[in-house]
């Protein structure tokens, strides 16, 4: 095959318009492509000699805290939503710090009182081991630092990841021991009245269920108060991350995650006495008691993900309707 060069005035035009092509090309493609990223990046290495005392700070106030936690109450059941909540708040937090670094930094004085009470509170709490007072202070002490650095404007851009934190500071334990017993028995009621409908050998006395030759106590970590806070920071970070513009929407969803959580709840506590009935009180409260909780938040996401889809329909219906 042979290949002709042709020379002259027509191939430097031709040879003019392609380089003038390939730079649009290049320019357009530097423009689609999001610098966010980068500038995310550059800004963090830029201010960490400034923020690297900070860092530092923080590090030897609550290494030793969160080393507690991680080794006590957020392995147990009550507490197990702890480290969840904590590192969707911090993946929040980092989603949305391009937008606090596009933000002039207004230092504000009211960090520092601020600072002074979550130094207070981990210092009461830690030494009284009181677990409400250690948590919350993570939340004070970060804020405070957010404050005297940044400013309200940046805390305002955070506001929804400090809040999110708030579902991991555990309440009293008799304000939740007061509003837990009236969950298990409605749990516990509903539990009964549907696997006796289904035809199984059930009975119930308060909070004890009886299938079978077998008798299950309704905890406290299977239908009460922790968990419902639990499925209700999940909807909560579901409507957050999907930021729906119709407020009908997003009111109507955060009403009706209550009993989606009531739901998932019962749906949790059938699975476990049916497990017990069919497979025996080892299997129950072995590695399938475990599996019955991913079950519960796999329940809710799923009710969630129903009834998001249910009113985003029925808001196009009325808008139809309208139209």
């Given at each position: 095959?042979?290949t002709?060069?042709?020379?002259?005035?027509?191939a430097k035009?031709?040879?003019?318009?392609?380089?003038?092509?390939?730079a649009k090309?290049?320019?357009?493609?530097?423009q689609?492509?999001?610098?966010?990223?980068?500038?995310s990046?550059?800004g963090?290495?830029?201010?960490?000699?400034e923020?690297?005392?900070?860092?530092?700070?923080?590090?030897?106030?609550?290494?030793?805290?969160?080393?507690?936690?991680?080794?006590?109450?957020?392995?147990?059941e009550?507490?197990?939503?702890?480290?969840?909540?904590?590192?969707?708040?911090?993946?929040?937090?980092w989603?949305?710090w391009p937008g606090?670094?596009?933000?002039?930094?207004?230092?504000?004085?009211l960090?520092?009182?601020?600072l002074?009470?979550?130094?207070?509170?981990?210092l009461?709490?830690?030494?009284?081991?009181?677990?409400m007072?250690?948590?919350?202070?993570?939340i004070?002490?970060?804020?405070a630092?957010v404050?005297?650095?940044?400013?309200?404007p940046?805390?305002?851009?955070l506001?929804?990841?400090?809040?999110?934190m708030?579902?991991?500071?555990p309440?009293p334990?008799?304000?939740?021991?007061?509003?837990?017993?009236?969950?298990?028995?409605?749990v516990?009621?509903?539990?009964?009245?549907l696997?006796?409908?289904?035809?199984?050998?059930v009975?119930r006395s308060?909070?004890?269920?009886?299938?079978?030759?077998y008798?299950l106590?309704?905890?406290?970590?299977?239908?009460?108060?922790?968990?419902?806070l639990t499925?209700?920071?999940?909807?909560?970070?579901?409507?957050?991350?999907?930021?729906?513009?119709?407020?009908?929407r997003n009111?109507g969803?955060?009403?009706?995650?209550?009993?989606?959580?009531?739901s998932a709840?019962?749906?949790?506590?059938?699975?476990?006495t049916?497990?017990?009935?069919?497979?025996?009180?080892?299997?129950g409260?072995g590695?399938?008691?475990?599996?019955?909780?991913?079950?519960?938040?796999l329940?809710?996401?799923v009710?969630?993900?129903?009834?998001?889809?249910?009113?985003?329909?029925?808001a196009?219906?009325r808008r139809?309707?309208?139209?």
């Amino acid at each position: 095959m042979t290949t002709q060069v042709r020379s002259g005035p027509a191939a430097k035009s031709s040879h003019t318009a392609q380089v003038a092509q390939a730079a649009k090309e290049t320019t357009s493609a530097a423009q689609v492509q999001p610098p966010a990223v980068a500038v995310s990046l550059a800004g963090l290495r830029a201010a960490l000699p400034e923020w690297w005392p900070v860092l530092a700070g923080l590090a030897a106030l609550f290494v030793p805290t969160l080393y507690s936690l991680f080794t006590g109450a957020w392995i147990g059941e009550e507490q197990a939503h702890g480290p969840m909540i904590f590192a969707l708040a911090l993946w929040l937090a980092w989603r949305k710090w391009p937008g606090v670094l596009a933000r002039p930094a207004a230092p504000s004085w009211l960090g520092w009182p601020v600072l002074a009470l979550g130094l207070a509170l981990h210092l009461l709490g830690r030494s009284q081991h009181i677990l409400m007072f250690e948590i919350g202070s993570i939340i004070l002490v970060l804020a405070a630092i957010v404050l005297a650095k940044l400013g309200a404007p940046a805390l305002r851009v955070l506001w929804f990841p400090f809040f999110f934190m708030l579902f991991m500071v555990p309440l009293p334990s008799e304000f939740v021991a007061a509003v837990t017993m009236p969950m298990k028995m409605a749990v516990s009621w509903a539990t009964e009245h549907l696997l006796f409908a289904a035809g199984y050998p059930v009975a119930r006395s308060g909070v004890i269920l009886q299938i079978g030759q077998y008798q299950l106590l309704v905890a406290d970590a299977c239908a009460g108060l922790q968990t419902l806070l639990t499925l209700e920071a999940l909807g909560l970070f579901y409507l957050n991350l999907m930021r729906h513009p119709s407020a009908f929407r997003n009111i109507g969803l955060a009403i009706l995650i209550i009993p989606i959580s009531f739901s998932a709840n019962v749906i949790r506590v059938i699975t476990l006495t049916l497990v017990t009935y069919y497979l025996g009180d080892a299997a129950g409260q072995g590695f399938l008691h475990g599996f019955a909780g991913m079950v519960l938040f796999l329940t809710a996401l799923v009710l969630i993900l129903a009834v998001d889809s249910g009113l985003q329909w029925y808001a196009a219906r009325r808008r139809g309707e309208a139209g």
